[in-house]
């Protein structure tokens, strides 16, 4: 560690992680300190009210990509570590031949792994710039943790002392078996006929959230349907090719108004819809229960294993006391109780309807790696849809070769025996940074956006506007919504947004809110306190509509950024909190990338002047990820399922 002279220290150091009775904390600890370094911009720019200069801790990240491969490099190598009698955590939760480790690695990375590495480097950062005598931080005890341990100095921590995360946000809390139980009495019973034959069908895989409104630009009419796999279940059954579905739920929105939706589903299917909770028998939940008693078993020895311990660090820091309620809440989560369910349910489902093709989108959820790998050991062969935008730094498409391929098969990460990918970049990325064998990733294009080449031909900017309410005259600000799992973020984001649009007398603002955004109420409320006037809430609308007609689009990030390019519209990208420097849209550049509210107002100022060679360097930037849109998508995965069918019934 860097020891400066006397002369050059400096007395004290103030991190300030959340705004709770801020005014009486800058009074009693901020007149003699030489840095106070906010958590974000709202913080930052509430300490400048009271008269104190700071700084965000983003400007401490000098290599975000860097950071975000690091962490990486972590979660993929931690499965492997021994921790409990020089067994790894992958191998003690393995279940009949799958690790549910794979269940839980997105969201252990995501919402901790990714955020906690991230701090340890921008800390490392302040303290590489100056030396500190002491350190005062608000509001974060993983900061305070991380800074008593690496850099042995004087700490101070003000905050809720029983305040603690989790990356765990649906606890069983003790009652697993009987929210089991609730769901297979609300969905398993809910079995509905169908006029489908079951002759070795195509099984297709599929969830409510993919069942939206659309306009049909052939009739002219809106009509609801499944944006994925509608239009290849039409084909398929034009093929003379039977197909069922099973349908996955996990969000409580819409589990209530599943059996309503499937109806619907099964009529537009002409195919049996059945929920995955039908095939859950008796015997599985009482297997299911077994099995959990002997998790919370492995759960307490883990935290008595010094190997556990050990296992936890990241550059010399210990983790454990920052992550062990994070455990705790990974093995007590409703996922987890469900585990050895999602396995043992697989069986079931491939023995009653034995299909001949396995079809799915979202193939790294839970049931879908369980279904996967029973298919493998059965010899069905398994086809993916690609659903988001496929990066370099995607955790569940970055993979160290042994574990898509390794000795044993147990600890292997599943994979379809095909994932049709939108562009060569998506191929490319699953080969090179996943793993993949040359053969599993196929270029088809997206199926979503197959109605689009005919759509554009057909838009008419008028009735559009017209129909959502849009004023002739304005410039029309699209928000396209993204299920933000940093509440934090969220609120900073849709904020600055909305102050931001009050200052804009010629602006009409339109917020399309994701599929899986249910309180749209949250948006009513920053209007109204904002004075916002000129805007519109759509949740159901054609999306490619919207992008049409507007003259700014802006994103946090995610997939509508890129198609916004797509169709030359200059685009704003919201990374207020440096937590998205990994993603494609962010990464390039390309858009304009806002991470201060101050900043906001000049880019959409600048966006409305954008010239032709910045869009155009866009267009062909959104083609390279996301593919072109000609139309032919779901015809290219319908004969690759056909074709495999055929060889699969030989």
């Not at 901790?112 to 800390?123: A, D, F, H, K, P």
């Not at 193939?363 to 988001?388: D, F, M």
């Not at 109204?528 to 700014?552: A, M, P, R, T, W």
Request: proline letters at 4%; charged letters at 25%; aromatic letters at 10%.
């Amino acid at each position: 560690m860097w020891n400066p002279s006397y002369e050059d220290k400096m007395p004290k150091l103030v991190l300030v992680f959340d705004d709770y009775d801020l005014e009486s904390f800058v009074e009693e600890h901020c007149n003699d300190c030489k840095l106070i370094v906010a958590a974000n911009e709202n913080i930052r720019s509430k300490l400048i009210l009271f008269g104190k200069d700071c700084v965000t801790i983003s400007e401490f990240s000098k290599n975000p990509l860097e950071t975000t491969r690091q962490s990486l490099q972590w979660i993929k190598n931690w499965p492997d570590r021994p921790v409990l009698h020089g067994k790894s955590f992958k191998e003690l939760l393995v279940y009949d031949h799958l690790s549910i480790y794979w269940f839980l690695e997105t969201r252990l990375y995501l919402f901790r792994i990714q955020g906690l590495i991230q701090l340890v480097e921008q800390l490392k950062q302040i303290f590489s710039e100056k030396q500190y005598d002491s350190v005062i931080i608000k509001g974060n005890r993983d900061a305070y943790h991380i800074v008593k341990e690496k850099f042995e100095l004087g700490v101070e921590f003000y905050g809720d002392a029983d305040k603690v995360s989790s990356v765990s946000q649906n606890s069983h809390g003790g009652h697993g078996y009987l929210k089991l139980n609730a769901l297979k009495l609300i969905r398993g019973f809910s079995s509905l006929q169908s006029k489908t034959t079951d002759d070795r069908p195509v099984l297709i895989i599929t969830e409510i959230a993919n069942w939206r409104e659309e306009f049909d630009y052939t009739t002219g009419m809106y009509v609801k349907k499944d944006v994925i796999f509608s239009s290849i279940i039409k084909k398929l059954s034009e093929s003379s090719v039977p197909v069922r579905i099973i349908d996955f739920e996990n969000k409580s929105e819409r589990l209530l108004k599943s059996f309503s939706i499937n109806k619907e589903r099964q009529k537009n299917f002409d195919a049996k819809v059945e929920p995955w909770e039908k095939y859950v028998t008796k015997d599985i939940m009482s297997k299911t229960k077994e099995y959990n008693h002997k998790l919370q078993s492995l759960l307490s020895q883990l935290h008595e294993s010094n190997e556990f311990r050990n296992s936890l660090t990241y550059d010399g820091i210990s983790l454990y006391e920052i992550l062990k309620k994070d455990f705790d809440g990974l093995i007590n989560s409703f996922k987890t109780y469900v585990s050895s369910t999602f396995i043992d349910t697989a069986k079931v489902i491939l023995k009653e309807i034995n299909p001949s093709v396995i079809v799915m989108h979202d193939e790294y959820g839970a049931l879908q790696l369980c279904i996967i790998k029973e298919a493998s050991r059965q010899n069905i062969p398994t086809i993916a849809v690609q659903h988001g935008v496929n990066t370099e730094t995607w955790i569940s498409y970055v993979h160290k070769p042994e574990h898509v391929d390794g000795n044993n098969p147990d600890l292997n990460f599943p994979i379809p025996d095909h994932l049709c990918v939108w562009s060569d970049t998506a191929r490319s990325n699953l080969i090179k940074n996943g793993h993949f064998p040359l053969t599993v990733p196929v270029v088809t294009g997206d199926p979503k956006s197959d109605f689009l080449p005919d759509a554009i031909r057909r838009f008419d900017s008028e009735k559009i506007m017209s129909k959502v309410g849009m004023p002739a005259g304005k410039k029309i600000i699209l928000f396209a919504g993204q299920t933000l799992s940093n509440l934090e973020e969220k609120s900073l984001v849709t904020n600055s947004l909305f102050q931001t649009v009050s200052n804009m007398d010629d602006a009409f603002l339109v917020i399309k809110a994701h599929p899986n955004e249910y309180d749209l109420s949250y948006y009513e409320k920053l209007a109204k306190q904002n004075g916002v006037k000129d805007y519109v809430i759509l949740q159901s609308h054609n999306l490619y509509e919207l992008i049409f007609v507007s003259n700014v689009v802006i994103v946090p990030y995610s997939t509508v950024g890129i198609e916004a390019m797509r169709l030359r519209k200059p685009v704003i990208a919201l990374n207020m909190m440096g937590l998205h420097d990994d993603d494609p849209l962010i990464a390039s550049r390309i858009p304009i990338i806002v991470e201060k509210a101050g900043d906001l107002l000049p880019a959409i100022q600048k966006c409305l002047q954008s010239n032709s060679e910045i869009l155009d360097k866009a267009e062909t930037f959104a083609k390279s990820q996301i593919g072109m849109a000609d139309g032919l998508s779901a015809q290219r995965i319908t004969r690759l399922i056909v074709d495999t069918r055929n060889k699969a019934l030989i």
